[in-house]
């Protein structure tokens, strides 16, 4: 593993531990000589990963939409920021860019990437982790609610499992470093890494 994308808020949240861990993340990943992945942000909990990324001597990279660039929402100060013209492309070029996918305590936007990210790996289209750092027990319903559609029958056990959750993020990344992917929910042929081709 080379790289983690960290999705997260734009806002730091109402507990102190969330910025706390957003500090710790970029720091973790920085000294574990991966590059940070993210939205490119200079602002939240976004903002303040990749600051201590930096500030570790951590290579980071952001990906964000031209309108949010134009904004001044983007981060000026980071080892590369790549530019693309909407979310759909954004989140592409996340997941291309990242070896797994780490989420901190966000909003509907950061549900929304892992829950893709989890999607494709559940389809086959990548043999990624996707884990949540579970800050304050932050994603303690959304477990629940998840092990709630594998009851309902609409996801198999295999699939909820895939899923990590973690306390912290050296827990996170060290349960990253030992993931197998399920096979693909729609094929019996082992999982291939197709990032390279858009599903």
């Not at 720091?27 to 602002?43: C, D, F, K, N, P």
Request: hydrophobic share 45%; glycine share 16%; charged share 20%.
């Amino acid at each position: 593993m080379r790289s983690v994308c960290v999705f997260c808020g734009s806002a730091v949240g109402a507990d102190p531990a969330y910025l706390a861990e957003a500090t710790a993340a970029g720091t973790i990943i920085a000294q574990a000589g991966l590059t940070l992945v993210y939205g490119g942000g200079r602002v939240g909990l976004m903002g303040a990963v990749a600051d201590a990324a930096l500030a570790a001597g951590g290579r980071v990279v952001g990906v964000m939409p031209r309108d949010l660039v134009d904004q001044e929402i983007g981060h000026a100060g980071l080892s590369e920021l790549r530019v693309v013209e909407n979310m759909h492309e954004r989140k592409w070029g996340m997941a291309e860019a990242a070896d797994g996918f780490l989420c901190l305590p966000g909003g509907p936007g950061t549900f929304e990437e892992i829950f893709e990210q989890w999607t494709w790996g559940l389809l086959g289209f990548h043999a990624k982790p996707c884990g949540f750092v579970n800050v304050g027990g932050y994603y303690d319903l959304l477990r629940q609610t998840i092990q709630g559609m594998v009851d309902g029958g609409f996801v198999g056990q295999q699939y909820a499992d895939m899923l990590i959750y973690a306390d912290s993020t050296a827990d996170a990344i060290e349960a990253f470093r030992g993931y197998k992917a399920p096979p693909p929910k729609w094929t019996r042929a082992p999982i291939q890494e197709r990032m390279g081709k858009k599903p």
